[in-house]
Each structure stands twice: as structure tokens, then as C-alpha cells.
């Protein structure tokens, strides 16, 4: 194994290299033999490897693996950001700014490919974490401006090269950095929100699709806007012709919008926050849409109203994006119980016949828990659902085929018939 004094050296246990040679990105603590801090590089005061820094990581027989970068105390002790293909390691020792600027610059490369940004779109993920090989960083191009959304020690250590990349790669008018609230707590990281180049303003205005929103960066949900369902919406606008639609967690009217557009004759999109309310309005004003009403409610006290009406006064299609309900591990089991109690009533509020989109974007809650949690919902409502599409994330949220935990968006779509 050769000595690189400027990074750590992480030695893994017998049969624990395996998930990394199929380029799983995560690294456990249990699978670490031994990890060396930095010969020359900064370490902790007792002497440990700083959380966040770069480290080389190797298999039993000291075959190289790659680098990326560690931390001693989170349960993910070690992610990836370059894998090797036969073992040998580079004469170099691997510089984590470069990888990162080829990264940033490769990822930009694969939206162009993508077709992003377009004529009637200027709102994409640039950059979508392990997907594009850099763990704990997400980017999203919103407008004129970018949004970078950092969530490990080892992505704050390299604030200063990505924004610089940015800067270079698509020249934003502004950038903003952000730490979201729901950072693992061992990465010891507190919500921030910074701009970093040329001014924030107070809203901005973003096209998707050819649909006009308003955002508040600022006071919005992770980094403003969802740009993981641009697909999905579309689907809706073409289920939603004639029919009264009902968008329920609706934030800035994503789905609800899409449906307006695709000719629907009566929207609703329920939000519970008066400042995403007040930014659906402006986007409604925007649209010029005199066919939808932004309802300031809770998602389930609206569903539970609407399934107390006559048959022939309920939605022909509802639409469920519910915020994650499964923040941790632990939570998962109260989250499937929760994701099961909203799916019955949306299917209660729905008139026979009509259809459901729901979705997930819990990570600890995968596609065959989603798809049992829908069934049960199914037969708690007495009803049957006949799913015509099992969909994701968007092609601009590329995912690594052994990362399965980088598929984190599930939704089904289907059509809702009594039983």
C-alpha cells in the first residue's frame, strides 16, 4: 500500500470489499479493519482523523479501492468518490479538489447530453449526490441562480472548490449554500443558508416544462423547488384532462399547476404553509390559470372533507406528495403506519373510478415496503388499485446500480375501482 501523508489510510475487514468493487459508494464503521489519520495532513486534537478528510481506502490483501473521504464517528464511516478498476493504485496521490471540479464538470456534461437546460425548462439538478459521485452534495440550477445543498463534514471541506467549479462550469448569477435541519446529527453540521456570489432576491421565478412558478429560496422547503418530479408532473397534465383534480402536501402547486395546464376543469392544491400558499398564488397569477384555487389546509383534513362528499362531487384524480415520514431508521415503522393511514382516505376521497398518484420520498421506506403500504391502504379502503406506471426520480437524479439507497423517490400511479 503506498504512503500518501496527506490522506488517511482505511484498511478494510476480510469479505467487507465486495459492495465496493460494484461501486456501493457508503462504507460502514463494521466493515473497517484499521484507519491511520494523515501522515503530514491536519488531525484532531487526540490525535484521530479529522471528520471529513480525505482518506485512500483498501481491501484485506491492500488492493486499492479508491478514495473519498471519512468520518470516525458517523455510522457511514467512509464515502467514495472515485473507484478503482483493477486494484492498483495511482503513482499520484488522488487530490479530492480535482476530483471534485472533474465531477462538477462531468455532471454538467451528462444535464447538457440530458437536454437540461432547455427552451421551457431552466430548472434541473446539476448535481445529485452519490449519483454523480459526490456523497452529501446536491446542486440544483434554479433560474438564474444555483442552490448547493451540503450534508457531510467532507462536502463543507470542499465548499470553496465547488462554488469556484460552479462559477467556472455555469457561470450563476447567484449561489446559495445551504445546510438543510434533518443532517445526521454525527456530521455535527446546523442548518446555515449563505449566499456566496451576487445577491439572493427576496423570490424568484423558475420555468419547468413550460410552467411558471414563484419560489421563496429562502424560506422554502430544501433547496426551494423539486426538481425530482418534473417527469411525474407531466404525467399528471396528461391524466388530468376534464377532471377535477385535488394536489394535496402541493408546496408550490408542482402537480396542480401541470394538471391546469393539461386542460383539468376544477384544481385544488392544499398546502399547509401560508408562505408556499402565498408563492402557488403568484405562480397562479403568473400562469394566467383561472381554473385552480391554492387552499391553505392540512393534506389529511382535506382528503377526510372531500371523502365525506356525494360520490359525484369528489376528485377523479388525487394526488399525495407528502413531506418524508421516515427521517430515521427508527421512525420507520410509525412512517409505513402513516403513509398506509393517508393512502386510505385518499383513496376514500376519490370518486370510483378515479385515479391515485401517490408517492414517497422517504429513504428508509423502499419501492417494496411503498407498494405494500399501498396495498393495505387498498384493502383498508375496500378498494382495488390497478397501477399503470411504478415511477422516480427524474434522468437529471442519475443513481448508482448498487446504491439502491440513492432511489429514494417512489410513486405509483393507478386507477381506483371499488371492490
Same mark, same amino acid.
Given at each position: 500500500?503506498?504512503?500518501?501523508?496527506?490522506?488517511? $489510510?482505511?484498511?478494510?475487514?476480510? @469479505?467487507?470489499?465486495?459492495?465496493?468493487?460494484?461501486?456501493?459508494?457508503?462504507?460502514?464503521?463494521?466493515?473497517?479493519?484499521? +484507519?491511520?489519520?494523515?501522515? &503530514?495532513?491536519?488531525? #484532531?486534537?487526540?490525535?484521530?482523523?479529522?471528520?471529513?478528510?480525505?482518506?485512500?481506502?483498501?481491501?484485506?490483501?491492500?488492493?486499492?479501492?479508491?478514495?473519498?473521504?471519512?468520518?470516525?464517528?458517523?455510522?457511514?464511516?467512509?464515502?467514495?468518490?472515485?473507484?478503482?478498476?483493477?486494484?492498483?493504485?495511482?503513482?499520484?496521490?488522488?487530490?479530492?479538489?480535482?476530483?471534485?471540479?472533474?465531477?462538477?464538470?462531468?455532471?454538467?456534461?451528462?444535464?447538457?447530453?440530458?437536454?437540461?437546460?432547455?427552451?421551457?425548462?431552466?430548472?434541473? $439538478?446539476?448535481?445529485?449526490?452519490?449519483?454523480?459521485?459526490?456523497?452529501? +452534495?446536491?446542486?440544483?440550477? +434554479?433560474?438564474?441562480?444555483?442552490?448547493?445543498?451540503?450534508?457531510?463534514?467532507?462536502?463543507?471541506?470542499?465548499?470553496?472548490?465547488?462554488?469556484?467549479?460552479?462559477?467556472?462550469? %455555469?457561470?450563476?448569477?447567484? %449561489?446559495?449554500?445551504?445546510?438543510?435541519?434533518?443532517?445526521?446529527?454525527?456530521?455535527?453540521?446546523?442548518?446555515?443558508?449563505?449566499?456566496?456570489?451576487?445577491?439572493?432576491?427576496?423570490?424568484?421565478?423558475?420555468?419547468?416544462?413550460?410552467?411558471?412558478?414563484?419560489?421563496?429560496?429562502?424560506?422554502?422547503?430544501?433547496?426551494?423547488?423539486?426538481?425530482?418530479?418534473?417527469?411525474?408532473?407531466?404525467?399528471?397534465?396528461?391524466?388530468?384532462?376534464?377532471?377535477?383534480?385535488?394536489? =394535496?402536501?402541493?408546496?408550490?402547486? @408542482?402537480?396542480?399547476?401541470?394538471?391546469?395546464?393539461?386542460?383539468?376543469?376544477?384544481?385544488?392544491?392544499?398546502?399547509? &404553509?401560508?408562505?408556499?400558499?402565498? =408563492?402557488?398564488?403568484?405562480?397562479?397569477?403568473?400562469? @394566467?390559470?383561472?381554473?385552480?384555487?391554492?387552499?391553505?389546509?392540512?393534506?389529511?383534513?382535506?382528503?377526510?372533507?372531500?371523502?365525506?362528499?356525494?360520490?359525484?362531487?369528489?376528485?377523479?384524480?388525487?394526488?399525495?406528495?407528502?413531506?418524508?415520514?421516515? $427521517?430515521?431508521?427508527?421512525?420507520?415503522?410509525?412512517? %409505513?403506519?402513516?403513509? %398506509? /393511514?393517508?393512502?386510505?382516505?385518499?383513496? /376514500?376521497?376519490?370518486?370510483?373510478? @378515479?385515479?391515485?398518484?401517490? =408517492?414517497?420520498? &422517504?429513504?428508509?421506506?423502499?419501492?417494496?415496503?411503498?407498494?405494500?403500504?399501498? #396495498?393495505?391502504?387498498?384493502?383498508?379502503?375496500?378498494?382495488?388499485?390497478?397501477?399503470? /406506471?411504478? +415511477?422516480?426520480?427524474?434522468?437529471?437524479?442519475?443513481?448508482?446500480?448498487?446504491?439502491?439507497?440513492?432511489?429514494?423517490?417512489?410513486?405509483?400511479?393507478?386507477?381506483?375501482?371499488?371492490?
Amino acid at each position: 500500500m503506498p504512503e500518501w501523508p496527506s490522506l488517511a $489510510r482505511v484498511q478494510l475487514r476480510q @469479505g467487507r470489499a465486495k459492495p465496493v468493487w460494484a461501486a456501493h459508494p457508503w462504507v460502514y464503521s463494521g466493515a473497517i479493519e484499521d +484507519l491511520r489519520p494523515p501522515i &503530514s495532513g491536519l488531525r #484532531a486534537e487526540d490525535g484521530s482523523v479529522l471528520p471529513g478528510w480525505g482518506a485512500a481506502v483498501f481491501d484485506q490483501l491492500g488492493r486499492y479501492l479508491g478514495v473519498g473521504y471519512v468520518h470516525p464517528r458517523s455510522q457511514i464511516a467512509l464515502r467514495l468518490m472515485t473507484f478503482s478498476r483493477d486494484g492498483i493504485a495511482p503513482a499520484r496521490a488522488p487530490d479530492l479538489a480535482a476530483i471534485t471540479r472533474a465531477h462538477i464538470g462531468n455532471a454538467v456534461a451528462r444535464r447538457r447530453d440530458l437536454g437540461l437546460p432547455s427552451a421551457d425548462t431552466d430548472t434541473y $439538478r446539476l448535481v445529485n449526490a452519490e449519483g454523480d459521485a459526490l456523497p452529501g +452534495l446536491s446542486v440544483d440550477v +434554479l433560474g438564474r441562480g444555483v442552490v448547493v445543498q451540503v450534508t457531510t463534514q467532507g462536502m463543507a471541506r470542499l465548499e470553496t472548490v465547488i462554488t469556484t467549479a460552479l462559477e467556472d462550469t %455555469i457561470a450563476p448569477e447567484w %449561489i446559495v449554500v445551504r445546510t438543510p435541519d434533518d443532517v445526521d446529527v454525527a456530521e455535527g453540521l446546523p442548518p446555515a443558508l449563505r449566499v456566496t456570489r451576487g445577491e439572493l432576491p427576496e423570490r424568484i421565478e423558475l420555468t419547468e416544462n413550460g410552467v411558471r412558478y414563484v419560489v421563496d429560496v429562502k424560506g422554502g422547503q430544501k433547496t426551494g423547488f423539486f426538481c425530482d418530479q418534473r417527469d411525474n408532473r407531466a404525467l399528471v397534465a396528461r391524466l388530468a384532462k376534464g377532471r377535477f383534480v385535488l394536489d =394535496c402536501y402541493a408546496y408550490l402547486g @408542482g402537480f396542480g399547476f401541470n394538471a391546469a395546464r393539461g386542460g383539468a376543469r376544477e384544481v385544488v392544491c392544499v398546502e399547509a &404553509s401560508q408562505r408556499a400558499v402565498e =408563492c402557488m398564488e403568484a405562480g397562479i397569477a403568473l400562469n @394566467g390559470m383561472d381554473n385552480i384555487t391554492a387552499l391553505r389546509e392540512d393534506a389529511v383534513l382535506a382528503l377526510r372533507r372531500y371523502a365525506e362528499r356525494p360520490e359525484s362531487e369528489r376528485p377523479d384524480l388525487v394526488v399525495i406528495d407528502p413531506p418524508k415520514f421516515a $427521517r430515521s431508521a427508527s421512525s420507520r415503522d410509525a412512517a %409505513i403506519q402513516k403513509y %398506509i /393511514h393517508t393512502n386510505t382516505i385518499a383513496m /376514500h376521497a376519490l370518486r370510483p373510478g @378515479g385515479w391515485l398518484v401517490t =408517492c414517497s420520498c &422517504s429513504g428508509h421506506v423502499n419501492a417494496e415496503d411503498f407498494h405494500r403500504i399501498v #396495498a393495505e391502504a387498498a384493502y383498508q379502503a375496500g378498494r382495488v388499485l390497478h397501477a399503470t /406506471h411504478a +415511477l422516480g426520480a427524474g434522468p437529471d437524479h442519475p443513481v448508482l446500480p448498487a446504491h439502491a439507497e440513492g432511489r429514494y423517490l417512489k410513486v405509483l400511479v393507478g386507477q381506483v375501482e371499488s371492490r
